[in-house]
């Protein structure tokens, strides 16, 4: 058959069948229990990933699981971990939560995981408490400044500015015998905490709330790094094993670290220390004297334990019916800390849905992809990333050669940025609303009826809360979504707000991505009042003048926040990760409030993220655009030539923070100079040659070439020798950079470490070495874009 | 335009436009003086391939020079190296030869580098002489076990059983202060080391003879392992250079180890380290009481100096017709340690007259082909592959996406097997023969003329030397090769041997490329006097019986003897290594005797190794026939499927003698036995996909896809964290084997370190981790093979 190119009729068509009840359906679903990883849901919910791709009328063409022996922690059953202040004489005078509190009925059973600190050692260390802030190092150093010795002491810290494992690594190198962490209502609730300010009544988390998450420094089954966890595969020795905390960790909730923090004697601490618990933060060591905790210590009883879990991937594929050896890989984890209703099951209700309308056309038989287009649910994600990094040890060579990209859905709606707490007659509007309006569905219970919904007083803010102005309603408004929308049980809070739901879109991604994204959200109305695109809308949140395009969007770098970790740093696969986020105008939060607490629902979606899920729908069919644009055009959607300002911005920036030291030391930036303009010349070339390929009649074997070079760029700033510390990352300019300056990271790194060493040390060869690779890779590049035939 | 497969009447004509004699005139040019890497007749022979490969008639598509900055070792003009016996008063009893004997003229002049050791350190080692034998561990245990104190001593090593630089290296570990190395005529010259039996009068070593060499440990640019050698790369500073000797060491000749050895005190070593100098070998230490070196000592003295030089790869391509993108790499090294008539410039003489007929072909406009084929002439390789290896490290990522093969042609011809020293009545003989029937020839000088050449006595034995009955001249013998020999300028010696200049072919090579060396060999004939085939000759002399294939001949594996080195262990490209060789059941020489010496020049080849240059020609025309095959062929002519029955023999090796070693230690195989099932089962799968492919129409694509299949696999076998402390080595089936069981290197060697270790250590891990990474790579091997849209 004649070569076709993405069809945008079957694009509009697939974007249009997306539906955001059958979203919301998929997420009741897959929140309705908590299905941490390898749990007896997890496995559930793997047979239901299976049946779901495998059904008759809108399944893939094959699903399989597969699975893994890793090494998981969990809290002892029969012994809580238990934070405990203790007299000297050993009573109990205060005992914190040891679970959060059963607020909406869902916080409490044998399958809501206690909070803990998964891969935090066992032990029971006992000490003055000590306030660290974050647990930087910066933070222990300004501890010692103050004059405060830290040795056997517990030490409380906050979360954020610090990697959770990190905390503790930094706090035991300053003989820190324990370390707790909080989440401060200052860096997550912008201050509020008084019950009717947090959930069930706003989106803000309540003080029982517990951030769980893992403490492990590295991504991947702990125990084979480097290979697949099979059954049988080498495993390290316990003692052999590295990024473990190196003393025992526990989380808590802000009511119970308001109780111990406010309680502190000792110096006050720094002003950007202190928080929102309504009292002068203080450093410590020890408690108040004359107050209920004095001379008292703080002891940290931690029973975790490490046990080997078989823990499942499901994996699903559409093969290709042109280049079924070109795979576009759409992925997101299934294991939660709870519920997971945000985290991970927004992000896989959005991939249900899309399989779901993709399956159908496969089955109905008009539509194929030219590419194979394969759908993943990550196992054990929670616990270090370890499904999908298991995944890419085993199938390297395979997946390094054939992949197109991938494309991360894991939180796929954020949550909406609240301003001021909901008052009385907010709530007495919705009820009344919904005494006045409502109908019987066997689906959704009780809901309201919109059949005849003016524009009326009572409904208007709701109306303006939904982002519809009533304007909208009678004429002109999205008949679909309205139509939705009078499907749902839905308890709306109607709130003086100026930010709507889900403020904008985001996403992360290496430059080649940047341009399909685009190209999608130009094609996606943005949920709510207005009639711009989601690009439109996400410019005005988020954006940079590019010195190509002007004024853009802007896309964030890729950490290892999620399972595309692997598929960038360890594969050198163009990657990105997409998602609906809040307006950082309204709300300072760190991330949405209830992230791997038990508050994570359901209901926490359905009445604060996304009423009407019209965000996760926006989601989807943005993603599906992706997916398509990817899986389905002649040429492959992937702009190298945006790597130019990448690297053009990385390299002043090296020129401008670090030319003058460098030249102390006689090391020249002439030769990355002149790599950088190779690349950006090759790239150049290759993007003319693409445009003649495009306007004449190309043959198959000509695009595929170029294809070739617009797939395996991103491989050639791999080099699996350029930070031999650092497991997994290979990407010399993606690694995580500890510098401060905002060039490539192995650069940045070593002039950050030797900075205070003398010229002729071996820090500052370990500089030039770091050079010179990133000069061999960005040659490597534009050797790799230039005309095939070239020497 | 359509798919072409592989034109085998242009195969034909390629084959047969091949000339013996433009190879001879080839040879005579690039061997007529020294050429040393970077030295100035090496940049004379840079410029001469790039005047052939632009030649308006004859020339590629492109051709271009390009230089690394790197670091070489050389003698000291001012101080040469001085091997000496000093009495203890300090005079010189004896000086060993600074220089070979100027036997015929071509041993002196200020282009022949005297005899070193590349890379051994400076030094003036002075101690009482010990022998050796070939200076691995073993042999020094044995020396300690007979109760021989090494500390301080001088060693002397022959060559052979252990590399160069091992040799100083482990002479070391006991205290040894400076090694010499020589070539023993037991090892070399089958005994023989008169004058009237070593050259001129036969191909054998004269006693002043000295093999030089590289005694770096790896290969590469010492200074910049894993990146290309660049002006401004990164370099090592020289105490962290690893690979170097640690003591110095200095190559000598027989004529001076006789003197030395034959004077030694002590007792008499194993019968196994005897030699053929003609007296009893002692192992000192010291010399004989009462004898002429009574009380004296060896001094070595080493005056080495490193040099940083620019040393030039050359490189030219033809672009492929339909996948330029795909290349065939052919290539060899310019720079010889001499003359190096055979090596390496008997490769080189083929390549450039493979070139040029294919380069003719292209200029006319009748042949271009499907995939591009590149010409390399790598600089540096005697000094450690350096341009080659620079080479890779320039160019990883897009050589190992794209190159489909590396042609390695080195030593083209080794010589011949002599059996007997040739009598007077020999060269008169041939004397005569000249005498009566020569002509003059602007060209060759005064030649024989062959015109009227009966089957008279006088002749018999000439032409039997040849290899031509009687009976062939006048009836059925090859014209072409008749009308060849006519025009050349040859002094034969007749000698009465069973052997004829060169027996048969020699190919190393990776699984994958036995099929095509083979289709090769079969259509190319034998030169000699049979009729046979090369393939057929050459399974008389080397072969192997085959569970698939029944006796076949025996392919050789990839060391690191050559420029394939950094292609197959450091990209993973399909790899191979040809040559003409002698016949092992007529001599039990290591290597051709004047190897690496003043003696390797062309009136060597021309006379002994190989007259009338027929089995040059041979080897142009298999490589020839690879070339194309490789490059033209619709299907790549690479048999995956021949790796099972590699897999399958190290399989049964580790089961066989590692099996019950490893089951004590409960390590079981099963996972090992599993994978190469998955492989047998994948290749033979996709073998069978290929049948029908070939047997319907299929379109670019579908074969595209299938070949990438077959050209990447070789890649699934790498890992660059499997053998961390080999630099370069990176492939599971053929990274450096130290242990004696002939399996996977990797579990070969853990196991060989492991066995005198208790059970639960450190190294019993490795073993487990060894295998473990094998059992992973096969499998992803058989990923690779099976249907690319299978999960
Ligand atoms: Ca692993
Ligand atoms: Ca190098
Ligand atoms: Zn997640
Ligand atoms: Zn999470
Ligand atoms: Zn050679
Ligand atoms: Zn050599």
């Known amino acids: 058959s004649a070569p076709q190119d993405l069809d945008l009729e079957i694009l509009k068509t697939i974007m249009g069948q ?77 005992s914190c939560l040891q679970n959060e509190e059963n607020i909406t009925g869902e916080q409490a059973g044998p399958d809501v995981v206690p909070p803990y600190a998964a891969y935090a050692p066992p032990g029971t260390p006992q000490g003055l408490l000590v306030y660290a802030n974050r647990g930087t190092e910066e933070d222990f150093k300004e501890l010692q400044a103050q004059g405060i010795r830290l040795e056997g002491t517990i030490a409380l810290t906050r979360y954020g500015g610090a990697g959770r494992g990190a905390k503790a690594v930094n706090a035991a190198k300053y003989g820190v015998a324990g370390v707790l962490v909080y989440t401060d209502p200052a ?72 109780y111990l923090l406010c309680n502190l004697d000792g110096p006050s601490a720094p002003a950007a220390w202190q928080g929102a618990l309504g009292c002068d933060y203080k450093l410590g060591p020890g408690f108040l004297p004359n107050g209920n905790l004095t001379d008292s210590q703080v002891r940290v009883s931690v029973h975790n334990q490490l046990e080997l879990r078989n823990s499942s991937n499901v994996l699903g594929m559409i093969r290709g019916a042109v280049e079924p050896d070109r ?9 939660s800390w709870v519920h997971g209703a945000v985290d991970p099951s927004s992000g896989t209700a959005v ?75 907010d709530l007495s509007i919705y009820d009344n609303w919904i005494k006045h309006f409502n109908r019987s569905s066997s689906v959704y219970g009780l809901i309201p009826s919109l059949g005849s919904l003016g524009a009326g007083s009572d409904y208007a803010p709701f109306i303006h809360f939904l982002g519809i102005s009533s304007m909208d309603i009678a004429y002109t408004y999205d008949r679909e979504f309205f139509s939705k929308l009078q499907e749902r049980t839905v308890a709306y809070i109607n709130v003086d707000i100026s930010v709507f739901a889900n403020a904008t879109f985001r996403a992360q991604g290496t430059p080649p991505v940047q341009s399909v994204i685009f190209s999608a959200t130009k094609e996606v109305r943005s949920p709510g009042p207005s009639d711009l695109s989601i690009y439109d809308n996400w410019i005005k949140h988020f954006n940079r003048s590019s010195s190509v395009y002007g004024l853009i969007p802007s896309l964030g770098s890729l950490g290892a926040g999620s399972d595309y970790a692997p598929f960038i ?94 030249k102390q030391h006689s090391i020249s930036l002439g030769p990355l100079v002149t790599a950088v303009e190779k690349f950006e010349a090759a790239a150049a070339s290759l993007d003319q040659r693409k445009s003649a390929l495009q306007a004449g009649s190309p043959d198959p074997l000509q695009v595929r070439m170029l294809n070739d070079q617009l797939m395996l760029l991103e491989r050639t700033f791999l080099n699996p020798r350029a930070f031999p510390e650092e497991r997994y990352y290979s990407h010399v300019l993606w690694a995580p950079r500890t510098g401060s300056v905002a060039t490539f990271p192995g650069l940045a790194n070593a002039c950050s470490k030797a900075s205070n060493t003398d010229p002729g040390s071996e820090a500052w060869a370990e500089v030039q070495r770091q050079l010179s690779i990133v000069v061999v890779a960005v040659e490597g590049a534009a050797a790799t874009l230039r005309p095939v035939a070239d020497l």
Do not use: C
Not at 39 to 63: C, F, I, N, Y
Not at 327 to 335: E, I, M, S
Not at 378 to 400: D, N, P, R, V
Not at 636 to 648: G, H, W
């Open 569 to 662: 740093h360890f594969l050198g696969i163009s990657s990105m990760d997409i998602a609906y986020t809040y307006d950082r105008s309204k709300t300072s939060a760190r991330i949405y409030p209830t992230y791997h607490t038990a508050f994570d629902t359901f209901d926490y979606v359905d009445k604060f993220v996304d009423p009407g899920f019209s965000s996760h729908q926006a989601v989807a069919r943005t993603a599906g655009n992706v997916l398509l644009r990817l899986s389905d055009s002649f040429f492959l959607p992937l702009n190298v030539s945006d790597y130019s300002e990448t690297l053009r911005s990385f390299l002043q920036a090296a020129q401008r923070d670090l030319g003058d030291l460098l």
């Open 327 to 335: 795979y576009v890989l759409y992925g997101n984890h299934r294991d």
């Open 18 to 94: 997306l539906e955001a009840s059958r979203i919301r359906e998929n997420l009741r679903e897959l929140s309705s229990e908590p299905h941490l990883a390898t749990s007896l849901r997890d496995e559930a919910l793997v047979q239901l990933l299976l049946q779901r791709w495998r059904d008759p009328v809108s399944g893939l063409d094959v699903a399989e699981a597969s699975e893994y022996e890793v090494l998981l922690s969990f809290p002892s059953q029969e012994q809580p971990n238990i934070v405990e202040v203790v007299d000297p004489t050993g009573n109990v005078l205060h």
């Open 187 to 258: 860096d997550i609730n912008d201050g509020q905490s008084l019950p009717n300010e947090t959930f069930p009544n706003s989106w803000r988390l309540p003080p029982s709330g517990v951030e769980r998450g893992s403490y492990f420094e590295y991504f991947g089954d702990p125990l084979t790094p480097y290979l697949p966890a099979h059954h049988s595969s080498f495993r390290l020795d316990l003692v052999n094993v590295s990024g473990f905390p190196p003393i025992p960790a526990q989380p808590i909730g802000f009511q119970d670290a308001k």
């Open 351 to 425: 991939l249900l849905e899309l399989s779901r309308v993709l399956g159908t056309l496969l089955k109905k038989g008009t539509w194929r992809p030219r590419r194979s287009i394969v759908f993943a649910s990550w196992g054990a994600e929670e616990f270090g990333l370890i499904g999908s990094t298991e995944f890419t040890e085993e199938f390297f060579s395979k997946l390094q050669e054939r992949t197109v990209a991938y494309i991360n859905v894991d939180i796929s709606v954020f949550g909406i940025g609240v301003v001021r707490s909901p008052g009385p007659s």
